[in-house]
């Protein structure tokens, strides 16, 4: 935010050391989006961030084997869902739902998780509707991760896991995390 990134050009001593393993302290669920990419956002290096990111930042079968993978395996404590402002792939559920477009077969697989979360934002009768349908999105993608897999849920039981959502707002830099 201040026009500061911290992340320089990867040195022979950022790669010390990784092909022993890697810790990453986040698993992040982004959007495919060019404008987020987790590493640059956070100032994060190599073996910092476990990151999946789908057009929509849902999460299919393979995306939550990588989050468990994870989650269980590498030992991350933490999961972060992270949404956008202007999220082209939230844009397009919208325009199903309001009938502007009929749903494409060839992007249904990116259109259709997200529709539920473009109704709910709809009943909020919020003026922003689109960052609602963005914020709803990532809550929901969150508190279906919860409840998605059991070893997630019992590591979240287990108080050694943490998953939140947040939106990164594109015009100011900032990314808000939700309740
Ligand atoms: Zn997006």
């Not at 849920?153 to 939106?167: F, S, T």
Request: aromatic share 2%; net charge neutral.
């Amino acid at each position: 935010m201040n026009g500061r990134s911290q992340l320089g050009h990867v040195t022979a001593d950022d790669l010390a050391g990784l092909q022993d393993g890697q810790k990453p302290f986040a698993v992040i669920v982004g959007c495919a989006d060019s404008r987020t990419p987790p590493t640059i956002l956070f100032n994060q290096g190599l073996g910092r961030l476990f990151i999946v990111r789908v057009a929509g930042n849902t999460v299919d079968r393979r995306g939550l084997a990588s989050i468990v993978y994870a989650v269980r395996n590498l030992g991350c404590p933490l999961v972060v869902v992270m949404g956008h402002t202007g999220c082209g792939a939230v844009a397009a559920a919208e325009a199903v739902v309001d009938g502007k477009t009929e749903l494409d077969p060839s992007l249904e697989e990116m259109i259709v998780p997200i529709i539920p979360a473009v109704l709910t934002a709809r009943r909020t009768r919020r003026n922003d509707i689109a960052v609602a349908a963005v914020e709803e999105n990532a809550r929901r993608v969150a508190a279906k991760l919860h409840t998605s897999d059991t070893s997630l849920q019992q590591a979240v039981d287990e108080g050694r896991l943490m998953i939140v959502a947040c939106v990164k707002e594109l015009h100011s830099g900032r990314v808000r995390f939700l309740d």
